[in-house]
């Protein structure tokens, strides 16, 4: 072997591992892959339903596998008066057993109505897995649907909440909601219109994550979720949730994805 091809062969395998050592390498445990879940079916292979507990003390209801079908192509995720565990009420929530780095995240959605309520799409590990709380989110809480909350924890450590308006009221009609993470900046999203950017490292998340849909209510969480009134079976509806990985080419017509790649 030649001394120059030698050389070539070191400089291939010296870029094979800088490749290696890239963005992904923050975010050690991804494992999924690019997807668009429309919801013909709930393949719980793919999604875990969350059931017989809560998240604590400022949570009203019990996760509930009842509390979560699919129909008509969409999902639905409700909150009823409905005793199960600890609580009076259940509510619904599923999320990916996949975890998943940076990347596209795009949610179509209507919902929930109620003051004391919180219809959520985000991303979320935690110590439960042996790592960092980090979390990005859409929320939209029942006492203002005319908004949406968006926020993510780094470290645990959030207050980087911004609320944005909406074209009209949340549980009304479906929206668009998505974000699109990488590693130096975080891009918010409404139908498709940019409605914030986040570039502060101390901002960004940098723990893969699982991908959550959920339906909650608080008793207590009054200044932030509203006061609580139950007014009757309330449910959130997903039309369409898709995660598209850097790179990856563009997976459906409007999707943001299309618009960066």
Known sequence: MTASLKNALRAGALLAALAAAGPLAAQEGASGTSFVEEFDTLDTGFWYVSDGWNNGAHQNCTWSKDQVAVRDGKLLLSFDAAPAGERDYACGEVQTRKRYGYGTYEVRMKTATGSGLNSAFFTYIGPADKKQHDEIDFEVLGKDTSRVQLNQYVAGKGGNEKLVPLPG?????????????????????????????????????????????????????????GRFAFAGPTRLEVERVAFTAEGDACPFAGSVACLLN
């Open 169 to 225: 009221p949340a549980d009304a009609g479906f929206n668009d909601y998505a974000f699109v993470w990488q590693k130096d900046r975080l891009r918010y999203y409404v139908n498709g219109a940019l409605v914030h950017e986040v570039t502060d490292p101390a901002a960004l998340p940098v723990n893969a994550q699982k991908v959550f849909l959920s339906l909650w209510g608080s008793d207590t969480l009054t200044g932030w979720m």
